[in-house]
């Protein structure tokens, strides 16, 4: 964790600083115990300016107003981030943040917490979903290791950013300390960081790697809809009926016990998790500090830009949302975001996946507003060719 | 129209050839009039044994069976087509079809027919939206002159297949004779053959440009579904109240008038047109007939795919649909093909947007299919690590 932080201070001096989109902040010699403080209080509001004339540019254009509907608002929402209308979103990155469940002991995922690590490995070799569609994106992925319960090699090519082996078992027990919560989201602003070091990068994706992470993000969106557990609860990987019912017994039990005050999204995420969903935070709050438009993915990585809106309002005009997943508590999701998913194609996979999808939409919706002539621009180059 | 047919003939002399996907198929001496009836009898239907392969291995990935939801089917339906599972749409080619239509008399759109030819001229030039989309999915695109009221000049890079310089007004006489709507669909698979003449195509997709041509497709929609006119009359690229009351008294009129018999698809396309309406049904049976995916764009584009599922039900299997338009009556179109649109963007447009857009994530299912590891291929990866 600290590593990244130190090569930052080394390379700006705590200096004011370019950032790749033309912001400059001031990045240097702080306490790392205020970084998410700082992050947040760093978010700049996009360029309404730019906006409006992109806005005004996409009516212009020489076919029927409004007629490329969602993505005309993308395109000029991405023209105020980057405050130009030609915007370049060349350098993509999705960040899939892995981390295990205590609440698994109480039988609520298909899947063994086993499945974590392998998975990470997997993402690491190449050959699993994200991967794949990822590179179909033109897009890099980066795997973070906030919480996984297994030791990986020091030289395996992730962030290792393990704050704790896996969460307590909300259901008796809270997930994690307050610390915790807090070195959970603050890995995520350091992974952006980290990336931004590296070299430029143009639009983020987030992506959840962990076995039982569907329960915490039903408890998650329970607390902030106030529905009730059994409307708010899905299948995950594909549990049966018994196991639906063992998890809505769980998230029931947790809430019960732990009573979340919406209004403490750090309380929120210590008594439910997990450690991921802290981390997917970070990223939503990192890529905003630094005027990064940033894709969140699904039922679990959606959790965690919900906790970051929560802690951090601002953030949101850099949030875009991918997909509409078939896990149930996700349209919730979105609906208290306000925010309108580009894809609806039953995915329930999480990894980045659909934020991965997403970013090619997204990507289509720069040129969309860049490279469409308006009538015009038409008109001059009819007048050029003689018509 | 006979060029490219002569052309093909010279190439392959009569003799059966192998065609880019693999098929076989006799092309040659056809007298032209047959071409129709030749191209429907050629289709085949897609390997069953290929598509079940694909969905086996698609099961077996490490991942969530379903979990990538509706690109799992197109994936493996894609398989079939192509008897492989590892398929690559390298080229991919958008048509777009344009022509002009005389119901325009009736004040249905907003645009004069003067944009028609002047939207020919833009995409040729590069700057239209269909151009841009295109080329973000990496597809070309060719743009065809089917019945434009406008003498383009003989060197213009297009398709020049006009069968006439625009319809009749339907409110008050047929839209053409039975011969021009023959000749229309002609022209969308004689489109076809000259693109596979001129080197591989992999993917097709369909695209409109036609002032007044959703009062048309309303017509076909309302033949085929049986609903009254005002449930599926929209406001086209944007006509106000009055227009759109006018454009149902006119699509009213003209069915009153023709009385269009839905088991004589082209009786109904000579009825109510238009001319590029028959070249996209033409394209859906080219497509189909050499064994080729073929992806329609919104109302206009799919109503020509509707014609062309009547006139040969077996084209469906080539068939996908890119996304759900604003139009109202396109959802009753998809609804009844049966067909799952994979994007819902409030497009509007027409021109192939939606169809290159569509485009992507087909591709993205083929790598989903093929890159994906499975189960085993991760274990046997795992040990070769030595994990």
């Known amino acids: 964790m600290e590593r990244s932080i130190s090569l930052f201070e080394k390379d700006i ?7 790749p989109n033309g912001y400059s902040a001031v990045i240097g010699k702080e306490k790392r115990m205020h970084l998410l403080e700082k992050r947040i209080d760093q978010i700049q509001a996009p360029d309404k300016k730019t906006y409006e004339a992109a806005r005004e540019r996409l009516r212009n254009q020489a076919r029927p107003a409004g007629s490329l509907g969602a993505l005309e608002e993308v395109g000029a929402r991405l023209a105020g981030i980057f405050r130009t209308l030609d915007v370049h979103l060349h350098e993509k990155v999705v960040v899939t943040c892995a981390g295990d469940h205590g609440i698994c002991a109480e039988g609520v995922s298909l899947f063994p917490s086993e499945v974590t690590p ?3 490995y997997n993402f690491v070799d190449g050959g699993a979903s994200i991967n794949v569609l990822a590179r179909h994106a033109g897009a890099r992925v980066r795997v973070a290791d906030i919480g996984v319960n297994w030791d990986f090699e020091p030289d395996l090519p992730i962030f290792h950013k393990k704050v704790r082996k896996g969460t307590g078992n909300f259901a ?3 997930a994690m300390t307050r610390e915790e919560a807090r070195q959970s989201i603050e890995a995520g602003i350091e992974i952006v960081e980290a990336l931004l070091e590296d070299g430029p990068v143009h639009i983020l994706g987030t992506g959840d790697m962990g076995i039982g992470n569907t329960s915490p993000s039903t408890a998650i969106i329970a607390v902030y809809s106030g529905l009730p557990i059994p409307q708010l609860t899905g299948r995950g990987a594909g ?9 809505i017994v769980a998230v029931e039990k947790g809430l019960k016990r732990h009573r979340p005050d919406p209004k403490d999204p750090l309380g929120v995420l210590s008594k ?3 450690l991921e969903i802290g981390a997917l935070a970070g990223l939503v709050i990192g890529a905003a500090a630094y005027g990064l438009p940033v894709v969140c993915d699904g039922f679990i990585a959606t959790a965690g830009a919900m906790l970051a809106c929560e802690l951090a309002p601002q953030a949101k005009s850099y949030l875009f949302a991918s997909h509409n997943s078939v896990e149930v508590g996700h349209g919730f999701m979105l609906k208290y975001l306000g925010l309108r998913p580009l894809l609806d194609l039953e995915f329930r996979l999480g990894e980045g996946t659909g934020a991965a999808l997403a970013m090619e939409l997204i990507d289509a919706a720069t040129r969309i507003l860049a490279d469409i002539k308006t009538f015009e621009e038409v008109a001059i180059q009819d ?5």
Chains 1, 2 share one sequence.
């Not at 001096?13 to 950032?19: C, D, F």
């Not at 007048?383 to 018509?387: C, L, P």
């Open 13 to 19: 001096k705590g200096e004011k600083v370019s950032i």
């Open 118 to 120: 392998q998975m990470v």
């Open 172 to 174: 008796v027990e809270p």
């Open 239 to 247: 549990v049966d009926d018994e196991g639906l019912r063992r998890k």
């Open 272 to 274: 439910v998790g997990g």
């Open 383 to 387: 007048a050029q060719s003689g018509r």
